[in-house]
């Protein structure tokens, strides 16, 4: 009999910055993950693991913390968040309001250490960022202010009731995963990619303005979508977060290559 433990899933942890003048413990910094992202990784048979990083701690350090808990994971899960700061992909702008630059650095450490260690790794909205951030590319700082004819990829106030459509690209592993050459997903990012990073490929694009939407690896398991699979969960209008996560986590057991042509800029 083979070994039975379910697949240790890390999930890089987001902050939930404190209000000082809120009562309670709102004042607090809280660093964890949306519950739905949580139940989605166990009710798939996974084992969710939530890494933190400590706001103390220097880049050096970040990576040596990311090599250890990347040995005790068997992939990794990206989630979303804030915006990532323009430095990394060589922005016009320094970083702005809201950029947190510690869960920058332990991420893209995060993410390199799993990369070259052949840990399948799945983005989501920021973390498809990140993704395409650590093989070269780039992105746009705000779509609407930065790209014609985009639409309005967020809505603060509907936030997993914002949609749109997306088109999947033919022979791609999200094709393949859903059967389907389209659907429908939820949108919540204000960034989105310019550039595809060099050793991505395209897995599919919004059906309203062509954004990329989904990007994949050329070599190992390694994906990213701006939707946000744990959102869509028992909503039958939108593509449902099984066929991805089941991929994701069938990926584990697989062999895994290193990553290839990354232009490291953001180092």
């Given at each position: 009999?083979?070994?039975?433990?379910?697949?240790?899933?890390?999930?890089?942890?987001?902050?939930?910055?404190?209000?000082?003048?809120?009562?309670?413990?709102?004042?607090?910094?809280?660093?964890?993950?949306?519950?739905?992202?949580?139940?989605?990784?166990?009710?798939?048979?996974?084992?969710?693991?939530?890494?933190?990083?400590?706001?103390?701690?220097?880049?050096?350090?970040?990576?040596?913390?990311?090599?250890?808990?990347?040995?005790?994971?068997?992939?990794?899960?990206?989630?979303?968040?804030?915006?990532?700061?323009?430095?990394w992909y060589g922005g016009a702008t320094p970083a702005t309001a809201g950029v947190d630059l510690a869960r920058d650095e332990f991420e893209l450490?995060?993410?390199?250490?799993?990369?070259?260690?052949?840990?399948?790794?799945?983005?989501?909205?920021?973390?498809?960022?990140?993704?395409?951030?650590?093989?070269?590319?780039?992105?746009?700082?705000?779509?609407?202010?930065?790209?014609?004819?985009?639409?309005?990829?967020?809505?603060?106030?509907?936030?997993?009731?914002?949609?749109?459509?997306?088109?999947?690209?033919?022979?791609?592993?999200?094709?393949?995963?859903?059967?389907?050459?389209?659907?429908?997903?939820?949108?919540?990012?204000?960034?989105?990619?310019?550039?595809?990073?060099?050793?991505?490929?395209?897995?599919?694009?919004?059906?309203?303005?062509?954004?990329?939407?989904?990007?994949?690896?050329?070599?190992?398991?390694?994906?990213?979508?701006?939707?946000?699979?744990?959102?869509?969960?028992?909503?039958?209008?939108?593509?449902?977060?099984?066929?991805?996560?089941?991929?994701?986590?069938?990926?584990?057991?697989?062999?895994?290559?290193?990553?290839?042509?990354r232009a490291a800029t953001w180092q």
């Open positions: 009999m083979g070994n039975e433990f379910p697949p240790r899933i890390g999930i890089s942890a987001r902050l939930r910055p404190g209000v000082a003048d809120a009562p309670g413990n709102a004042r607090k910094d809280l660093l964890g993950a949306e519950r739905s992202l949580v139940d989605l990784i166990a009710e798939r048979g996974g084992l969710p693991l939530i890494l933190a990083h400590p706001s103390s701690f220097d880049r050096a350090a970040l990576r040596r913390l990311a090599q250890q808990l990347l040995q005790g994971i068997d992939a990794l899960l990206l989630q979303g968040g804030g915006d990532l700061s323009p430095q450490a995060l993410l390199e250490a799993a990369l070259t260690g052949g840990k399948p790794v799945l983005g989501i909205c920021r973390g498809c960022q990140l993704l395409n951030i650590a093989y070269g590319g780039s992105l746009f700082q705000n779509l609407q202010a930065e790209r014609a004819h985009s639409i309005a990829h967020s809505d603060r106030g509907r936030y997993d009731d914002h949609v749109h459509g997306v088109r999947l690209a033919p022979g791609g592993l999200l094709h393949a995963s859903y059967a389907r050459s389209e659907g429908r997903v939820t949108s919540a990012h204000r960034q989105g990619i310019a550039l595809l990073g060099n050793g991505l490929v395209a897995e599919a694009w919004c059906s309203e303005d062509g954004l990329l939407e989904a990007v994949r690896s050329e070599g190992g398991w390694a994906v990213g979508v701006q939707w946000h699979p744990e959102l869509q969960a028992g909503k039958p209008a939108l593509l449902p977060p099984a066929p991805l996560l089941d991929a994701f986590l069938g990926a584990v057991a697989a062999p895994q290559r290193d990553f290839r042509n």
